[in-house]
Structure formats: structure tokens, C-alpha cells
């Protein structure tokens, strides 16, 4: 999958990369790395950034004698480097940027997270870059996600990336360390993650890295799975972006293990229980089906069930056919009171419209 392809892509950028002097924020690499981000939008890809470096950015700032470093002296340091961080990307870049400071518990939550993946789409949708990080000033042992790599590669799921491209201080995968094993062979291709692609990889040889290729292979096989392409390339060579710029490989590549839409498909169909059941009259039929539309409360004719916002409802034509399965907007009492309007007319009901789509297509999937 080649970079005139992509649609939307998420960047992770590790803290060797921010802070390659474990303490404070560096512009030595984001430089080449903000270019990229900016020519990928004048090429219209949407982009979002996963940046660590905000316990480096704000290392400085706290004294801590303790090794390792304790919870509550990372969190210190998180909390005055997260701005840090934030405004050494801000200064790199022409247009806005937007802060979303993420724990698991936000991801596990549903309505969290249609409110996360409702919120970066508006971000997208408006031109501005999401900057996304762990929420390392609050997380706890049991809240932290672990490191920045598995957080890319959820929230490439989140937004259903086309690709997740890690940033590490390495060429990509070899067959062994090559900073011990010097005829170590690179790998410019994984077709699958086994076994034996995990014993390849080692720790975080750096003094502030939280991870390293095992983290960065978890992550890889959370996207593929999910039917996202992922590399990991060399983020401190300038040649890596020229690469993919050009459309040629660049570090290794792991291939998407299914079709984007069969892993969403998979999701909605057989882990979400439906909530409600919603008629549509026959122009959302045929919006739905012929259009790959959204659908809107103007064609929504009836609902039953008890459902809030998030749950799962199956969607039927006039006849009770079942047409689709998708993620509601509304709750069942919000709905019926707007089935059937515009959706213009929906915040003179309610006192506010929070989604224009009652069901967006990106979280609908058609049955028939």
C-alpha cells in the first residue's frame, strides 16, 4: 500500500526521537519529521500524531534521586512537560494543533470512546492536527496503557487509519539487534506476526524509551489485525520520509492481515450486542445501500428497544428487512423525539446537536 493511497495516516514519535538527550525537548529530528506531517496534508491525507516526551520534556523540572523513577515523580514531570512537549511541535508547524491526553480507562469506556473518536473526526474534519499522548500526569499502574507504541495503534483503530507508521532510532526490524549482532539481517517485510518475529526483538536500548521492537511488534499486530498496514522506519533518517513520499519502502512493513471493513465489520457484527432495532423509510434504504451515506433522523421512521448513545442497533427497511448494524448517536429517548426531522431541526429539540448522522457510515455496516 503506497503513499498516494493513504487517506489518513497516524504518526507515533517515541521519545528518543523528542528528547534524544534524555532531558528536555529537541527540535533535531522533529524537524524532518514536521515536514513530512506537512507535506502529507498538502497531499489532502489527514493526519494524527502520537507524540510521547512529555516525562523527558519535563524531567529538568522535578529532582528525583530515585532510580527507577517512581509513579508520582513521573507524573510531576508529565505534568510540566506535557506543554512543553505540546508547544515544541506547535512551533513547528503553520496551522493548529490539538492536545488529547488519553488513559486505557478511556478506551475501555464505550461512550469515551465514541467521544475520543468523535472528537479527533471533528479535529480532522477541521483541518487541525490531533496530538495524541498518554495522560502520564494522572495514569496509574493500572490506568497506563504502557507505552505510546500500543496507545498509536489504538487509536489508529479508533480513527481507522489506513496506516500507522512508528518512528524509532532503528531502520526497522532485524533478524537480531544489530547494535550486538552486526550480520544481523533487516527485514523489509512481515507477512505475519509469529512467534518467531516476536524472539527478534530486544528492550528500549535508550535511557528514556518506555519500549522498544517488542512494543513496537504489539502494536503492529493490534493494527494488522484490525486491517491497518504498519511500518516502523528509521525517524532519524531523512531518507526514510523521502521514501515513502516517493512511494517507495521504506523500513519494514507489516502487511494488514484483513480488509478495513471486514475488521469492522467483524466488531459490529459479532462482539456488539444490539440495543434497539430502528425503521428507515425508502430513500435511507437506498442512501444506505447505493450511497454509502450516513444515516440521518430525517429517514427514520420508528425505534424500539432502550438504547443509549454508543449501543448497537439493527437497522430494518419499511418491510422489517434487516438492512444494516451500526452505532448510535442518540440514546432511544433522544431518537424519538427526533425521528424524522432534519438534521437542522435537531438542536431546536434537544437544546443542542451533538451528531448530525444518527448512525455515521464509518460505523455502519450493511447486512444485505
Known sequence: MAFASWRRIVIKVGSALIAPAAHGCSTRYLLTIARFIAECRLAGKEVVLVSSGSVAAGRNAIIAKQQPLPINIKQAMAAVGQSRMMACWSQLFDFDCAQILLTHDDLQHRRRYLNIDNTLRTLLANRVL???????????????????????????????????????????????????????????????????????????????GTGGMLTKIQAAEKATKAGIDTLIINGQDPGSFERLLAGTSAGTRFVRQQDRLSAKKHWLLNTLKQQGVVEIDTGACTALQQKGASLLASGIVSCTGSFDKGDALLITGPQQQPLAKGISQYSSQELSLIKGLHSKDIAAVLGCCPSEEVVHRNDLVLLC
Open 130 to 208: 490531533p496530538i495524541v499522548n498518554e495522560n502520564d500526569s494522572v495514569a496509574t499502574a493500572e490506568l497506563k496503557l504502557g507505552d505510546n507504541d500500543n496507545l498509536a495503534a489504538l487509536v489508529a483503530i479508533v480513527v481507522d487509519a489506513d496506516v500507522l507508521l512508528i518512528c524509532s532510532d532503528i531502520d526497522g526490524l532485524y533478524t537480531a539487534n544489530p547494535r550486538l549482532v552486526p550480520d544481523a539481517r533487516h527485514i523489509s517485510e512481515v507477512a505475519a506476526i509469529t512467534p518467531a518475529i516476536y524472539s527478534m526483538a530486544g528492550g528500549s536500548h535508550h535511557a528514556i
